[in-house]
C-alpha cells in the first residue's frame, strides 16, 4: 500500500524518482507527488491525482530542480484523493511522506489548532509536517525536530522527512510498514521495498520496527526503538530478481498466470530431493497438536484449503483464520500448537499483528511468504520462501499457487512424521506434485476457451462459484478474483450449501461456475449443479473428461480440465478461475492489473 522513493544524487532526481514510484505503481495508489531541494536549499514539490504519466506532465510544465528529493504514491485512506491530501505534505520548511496511518492524528491536530496551527488537508499524514514544523520554530534542528515528532507518533508508520535548507539530508522512521535503505557511491537512497532500489544499488539496509535513520550522502546512522545508535546488516540483492517486464504480454497479470508452470517447478526443485521432502531443521510435525494457518485476501483461501490437505493427509486439526479478526477473539492457542502466517509481501500489517500475537504462546511460528527479507519472514521462527518471484499485478495469481504448493509440500511432511502415510505413499503423493507444472501446461491452453467465455460473463451482475472439498476455497478464490478485475458482484460457496440460501438468487440471468473434478465428491456437487439447472440457472462446468462425458448435458458451458494431480488437483483449478477473471476484465475494460481501490501490499489495518 502507497510507495515511498527517496535519492540523495549527484543528478536531478525529479526524473529518478517518477522512475522509482513507477517500479511501485504494484502497490496500489491514486495520486502521487515529489520534493526536492534545489541548489539554493529551496523546498518546494509537486503533486497530482490519478496516474503517474499525469504527475510527469505536471512536471514538464513545471519542474523541479534539485539533487536530493523524496517521492509517493498514495492509496487514500483519510481523505479523498485530491492534489490536496497528496503527499509530499509540506509544513514551512518540512516536507513529509508517509505509509501506514498515523492513529492519533486528531489529539495532535487539536492540540495543533489551539496553537493556531491549521491543516490545509484531510489526511493525518500532514499532521507529522505541522508538528515538525512547529518544533522547528521553536529553534529545534531538524534532527532532533524530526525525533521529538516521532516520539508523539501512535500507529503504523514509515517515514521520511526532507528539509529546507539542507541540501545533504534526510530522515527515515520505520513503525510497521516496510523501509529500505539503499547504499550508493558517493548517494544514499530510501524506498518502500528493494523493488523501488534496484535501478540504483544492489547493496539494501532494512530498517528494524521502531528505527529511525539519519541520511547524508556519506552514509547512514541508524537508531533503534529508544534511540540507541545500532548497525543493521547490508544485504546484496538480485536486482535481476526485481526487473519489471511484461516480457510481450498485454498485462503483468497474463505474464504471471503463464509463469506459473515454471515457478511451482521451482519451489518443487527447491523443497524436494527425489522422494524425500527437505526443510529448514526443526520442522518435525510428530509433537504438534494443533496448526493455525493466518492470511488475509488470497493468501487466507490458500491456507483454507491447506487445511483439508492437514486434516486429510496428517490427521493434525487445523484451524483457519482471517488475520484481521485472529487476535481480536483472542483464540486460545495450545502450546503445543504452531501458527503458519502465509502472505505474498510478508508485511501485511494484519497477518503481522497476528503473529505478534501468537509468538508467544505457540511452539513455532513459520512464515509462507514470497520476500525473504520481509517482516513475517524475519520475525517468524522459521521463514519459508514461496519462490513466485515478483508479482506486479494487484490481483495475484501465481504467488497463490505457490503458496498452495509449499502448504502441500508441509502437509505431505506433516502426514509423513506423524505416521499417517509411509514411505512408498510419501512418494506417490510427490509424483502427483511432480506432476503439476506438466498439468498447469494443458491448463493454460484454456485461455482461448476463457476469453470466449467472458463475452457473456462480462455481461452479468452476479455471478455464483461452487465447489465442494478442497475446491470449495478455489470456488471462494475464482468469486474474489472475478469481484477484484471486473467489478461484478460474486460469491463462493460450499456447493451443498446451496439450498441453505444461495439458491434463492438462481434465475436465467445468473452464470453459476461449478468446480467439480471426477472425484469422490463428484456425485454431491453434480446434484447440487443440477438443482441449478432446474431453476434454470445457466451452467458452466469446469471438470475433467470423466465428469464431463457424465454431466455436462444440458450445461451451457464446459472448460476441461486434465485428469491428474491428487490431492493436489486444487492448484490446477486455480488457472481457470485466474483466466475468467482476466478476460472478463478485459472484455469489460478495466485496469487489470491496478484494479481500482485495491492495494498490493497492505500494510495498515
Request: aromatic share 6%; hydrophobic share 40%; charged share 20%.
Amino acid at each position: 500500500m502507497c510507495g515511498i522513493i527517496g535519492i540523495l544524487g549527484s543528478h536531478e532526481v525529479s526524473p529518478q524518482l517518477v522512475d522509482a514510484l513507477r517500479r511501485l505503481e504494484y502497490r496500489g495508489y491514486d495520486s502521487a507527488g515529489v520534493a526536492t531541494v534545489d541548489a539554493s536549499g529551496r523546498l518546494d514539490r509537486r503533486r497530482a491525482v490519478g496516474k503517474l504519466v499525469n504527475l510527469s506532465d505536471r512536471l514538464v510544465h513545471d519542474p523541479l530542480p534539485g539533487h536530493i528529493g523524496i517521492g509517493h504514491t498514495r492509496w487514500a485512506t483519510h481523505g479523498a484523493a485530491t492534489e490536496v491530501n497528496a503527499h509530499p505534505h509540506q509544513s514551512g520548511p518540512v516536507a513529509v511522506v508517509h505509509n501506514g496511518i498515523i492513529e492519533n492524528f486528531r489529539d495532535l491536530r487539536e492540540e495543533l489548532s489551539a496553537l493556531g496551527i491549521q491543516p490545509q488537508s484531510q489526511t493525518d499524514t500532514e499532521t507529522v509536517a505541522l508538528l515538525t514544523a512547529h518544533y522547528m520554530d521553536q529553534g529545534l534542528p531538524p534532527v532532533e525536530a524530526a525525533r521529538k515528532t516521532l516520539a508523539r507518533l501512535r500507529g503504523a508508520f514509515a517515514l521520511a522527512f526532507l528539509f529546507d535548507g539542507e541540501g545533504d539530508l534526510m530522515v527515515a522512521a520505520r513503525k510497521g510498514s516496510p523501509l529500505a535503505i539503499g547504499h550508493g557511491d558517493g548517494e544514499m537512497f530510501l524506498g518502500s521495498d528493494a523493488v523501488a532500489l534496484a535501478p540504483f544499488t544492489d547493496r539494501i539496509t532494512y530498517l528494524e520496527d521502531g528505527d529511525h535513520a539519519i541520511l547524508t550522502r556519506a552514509g547512514v546512522q541508524v537508531f533503534d526503538a529508544e534511540g540507541n545508535q545500532t548497525h543493521r546488516p547490508e544485504a546484496r540483492i538480485d536486482t535481476g530478481a526485481t526487473a519489471i517486464d511484461k516480457g510481450g504480454y498485454r498485462h503483468f497479470m497474463a505474464k504471471e498466470i503463464a509463469e506459473q508452470p515454471v515457478v511451482i517447478g521451482d519451489v518443487l526443485n527447491h523443497y524436494v530431493k527425489g522422494d524425500r521432502i527437505v526443510l529448514p531443521d526443526g520442522l518435525d510435525f510428530r509433537d504438534v497438536d494443533r496448526i493455525n494457518l493466518v492470511g488475509c485476501g488470497t493468501a487466507h483461501l490458500a491456507g483454507h484449503v491447506a487445511k483439508y490437505w492437514f486434516e486429510q493427509l496428517a490427521g493434525l486439526p487445523c484451524d483457519i483464520d482471517v488475520a484481521s479478526e485472529f487476535r481480536y477473539r483472542e483464540p486460545p492457542l495450545s502450546p503445543g500448537s504452531w501458527f503458519i502466517a502465509v502472505s505474498q509481501s510478508g508485511e501485511t500489517a494484519d497477518t503481522l499483528a497476528a503473529l505478534h500475537y501468537a509468538k508467544d504462546h505457540v511452539a513455532r511460528t513459520v512464515g509462507l511468504v514470497n520476500v525473504g527479507t520481509s517482516a513475517i519472514a524475519r520475525d517468524s521462527d522459521v521463514a519459508l520462501p514461496t519462490l513466485a518471484g515478483i508479482e506486479v499485478s494487484v490481483a495475484s495469481s501465481k504467488a497463490f499457487t505457490c503458496q498452495l504448493t509449499v502448504l502441500a509440500i508441509l502437509a505431505l511432511k506433516a502426514a509423513h512424521d506423524r505416521g499417517r502415510i509411509d514411505d512408498a505413499a510419501l512418494g506417490r503423493h510427490l509424483a502427483d506434485l511432480r506432476s503439476i507444472p506438466a498439468l498447469m501446461q494443458q491448463v493454460l491452453n484454456l485461455s482461448d476457451d476463457c476469453r470466449a467465455l467472458s463475452e457473456w460473463l462480462s455481461q452479468a451482475r452476479d455471478v455464483l462459484f461452487l465447489g465442494r472439498g478442497a475446491l470449495y476455497p478455489v470456488a471462494l478464490e475464482g468469486a474474489l478474483k472475478l469481484k477484484e478485475l471486473s467489478y461484478i458482484h460474486a460469491e463462493g460457496y460450499a456447493s451443498g450449501e446451496l439450498k441453505h440460501g444461495p439458491i434463492a438468487l438462481i434465475d436465467r440471468d445468473v452464470p453459476v461456475i461449478v468446480l467439480a473434478p471426477h472425484d469422490a465428491l463428484f456425485e454431491k456437487t453434480v446434484s447440487n449443479m443440477q438443482e441449478v439447472m432446474a431453476r434454470h440457472g445457466p451452467i458452466l462446468l469446469v471438470s475433467d473428461e470423466a465428469g464431463l462425458a457424465s454431466a455436462s448435458h444440458g450445461v451451457q458451458a464446459s472448460l476441461r480440465m486434465p485428469s491428474g494431480g491428487g490431492v493436489f488437483q486444487p492448484i490446477l483449478y486455480a488457472i481457470p478461475m485466474q483466466y475468467l477473471a482476466y478476460h472478463t476484465a478485459v472484455a469489460k475494460g478495466t485496469d487489470v492489473d491496478q484494479p481500482r481501490n485495491l492495494a498490493k501490499s497492505v500494510t495498515v489495518e
